[in-house]
């Protein structure tokens, strides 16, 4: 497999990864953080699995397709639990998983 055709999937991932991190931060200085749990446990969970996708899509391992199906199916996840709430830093992720999840799902197929 060879990883430079999948750099836009591997750049993605390393986005939503950064926007997950950036997000879960944010999150627990809102002023109703108890509010926000949901939501930072799935930006922790998104920034691990897109992290590792992208490792596997650059050592291009056989498995980096099926792994980033289930990154597609997190990214999601954490999109819609990002899109219940209005602060910036939700919103922003929200978009970089959907973006994700996208590259992820063609990367996968």
């Known amino acids: 497999m060879d990883h430079q055709k999948f750099e836009s ?8 990864a950064e926007a997950c991190d ?5 999150c627990l200085k809102e002023p109703k953080v ?3 749990i949901r939501c930072i446990l799935l930006d922790r ?8 996708a992208s490792q596997f899509m650059a ?3 056989t498995f980096a397709p099926k792994l980033c199906a289930l990154c597609a199916e997190i990214c ?3 999109a819609a639990e990002c899109e219940k709430h209005e602060a910036e830093h939700c919103r922003d992720c929200a978009k ?4 994700c999840a996208t590259q992820c ?3 996968a197929a």
């Open 45 to 52: 969970d998104c920034a691990s699995i897109c992290r590792l």
């Open 22 to 26: 950036h997000c879960a931060t944010a």
């Open 105 to 107: 799902r063609q990367m």
């Open 76 to 78: 999601e996840a954490c």
């Open 59 to 61: 050592a291009g391992s």
């Open 34 to 36: 108890e509010m926000m």
């Open 96 to 99: 970089a998983c959907r973006e």
């Open 9 to 16: 999937c591997i750049e993605a991932c390393d986005d939503c």
